[in-house]
């Protein structure tokens, strides 16, 4: 039986050997050693497997459901896992459909119009806008409703996140210095705030590591309704450094977060990651560290706060640059988790 060492398996498969390591690790494949040799070998069999893993994750099975295959004998597992990726691919498949019929009804119609110059309203045209409005797509559905709808479920669909658009995160407990801003410009009050903190202690000098978070925290009555819109800022900072108001300075207890980077910024996506964490057979929302006392009993991400926090990673252009050349383009969005009781 023939032994090909981790580097020739490599080369053939087109996989790095850190990838090969990883399959190890998490049990897909095997690898035995030889005496006196330094290098993992693999037999026929660890090599077939391979094979199956790089067969599946070529048709976007995900790691997950190829443990599941590889363990289970029977092919009835196997098969419903195809089912179901099956009717994903169906509907995103559909979803571009929707899109797709309409762009070429669009680009149709304004074809149509191209002796005209094209305003920025021109695509407010009524004639324009109808095409949205009532084109028929029931050659691509059994079931048959407005386009209007089906273009929002289209984009739903097309969003979605998936487990591999967010990753799993620890952050340690720190001492944190807190701005709060009130009012419509909450979130541009507290960042002045913030900003002079930064510079007044040299904040980025003396404690290069800072990281920046955020979140929503606003007033809410006795009843529930919603009074004033308040927007805070943390700076981690050393422990011993002193803040004085408007700030404050508090204990930050960390722990598991489930994390999502939002590029270009569009915040609208705290409720598609929202989507994903109710959706996830791992992991839930952990409420014990909502820093509220009013944390809701049924949880729904729509935006920061609660213990979901914004982390400003790029915060150096932001605070510590006297030209502000670089905009904000991206941001991590964080929900505090734990793994899901079974």
Excluded at 56 to 64: D, E, H, I, P
Aim: net charge negative; with cysteine.
């Amino acid at each position: 039986m023939e032994m090909r060492t981790i580097i020739q398996v490599s080369r053939d498969y087109g996989i790095s050997a850190r990838m090969l390591r990883y399959y190890e690790k998490i049990g897909l494949i095997q690898s035995t050693r030889k005496e006196d040799y330094a290098y993992r070998v693999y037999d026929e069999t660890a090599l077939r497997r391979l094979q199956q893993i790089v067969i599946l994750r070529k048709l976007r099975v995900s790691m997950k459901q190829i443990g599941v295959i590889l363990s289970e004998p029977k092919a009835a597992e196997a098969i419903e896992i195809f089912k179901r990726n099956i009717s994903e691919l169906d509907a995103e498949i559909g979803a571009l459909s929707v899109i797709k019929s309409i762009l070429e009804c669009l680009a149709g119609e304004l074809e149509r119009q191209a002796h005209v110059r094209l305003e920025i309203d021109a695509l407010m045209d009524s004639s324009v806008l109808s095409i949205v409005s009532t084109l028929s797509l029931s050659k691509n559905y059994i079931k048959e409703s407005s386009t209007m709808e089906e273009l929002m479920q289209a984009d739903e669909k097309l969003n979605r996140l998936t487990d591999r658009d967010v990753r799993i995160n620890y952050l340690p407990p720190s001492t944190v210095a807190g701005a709060l801003g009130v009012g419509d410009e909450a979130e541009h009050e507290a960042d002045v705030i913030m900003g002079r903190f930064v510079s007044d202690v040299d904040l980025l000098k003396i404690h290069p590591g800072a990281r920046f978070y955020g979140f929503n925290n606003p007033i809410f009555g006795k009843q529930g309704e919603f009074i004033q819109h308040q927007y805070e800022v943390w700076a981690t900072i050393p422990d011993g450094l002193e803040v004085s108001a408007p700030l404050m300075k508090k204990r930050f207890t960390g722990g598991l977060y489930a994390v999502f980077t939002s590029k270009p910024v569009n915040f609208d996506e705290w409720k598609l990651f929202g989507a994903w964490l109710a959706g996830s057979e791992d992991f839930e929302y952990d409420g014990s560290r909502s820093y509220r006392d009013d944390a809701s009993k049924e949880f729904e991400v729509r935006c920061s706060g609660w213990g979901c926090l914004e982390d400003h990673f790029n915060s150096y252009n932001l605070y510590g640059l006297k030209s502000k050349k670089h905009m904000l383009s991206h941001i991590d969005f964080l929900i505090p988790i734990k793994e899901r009781q079974r």
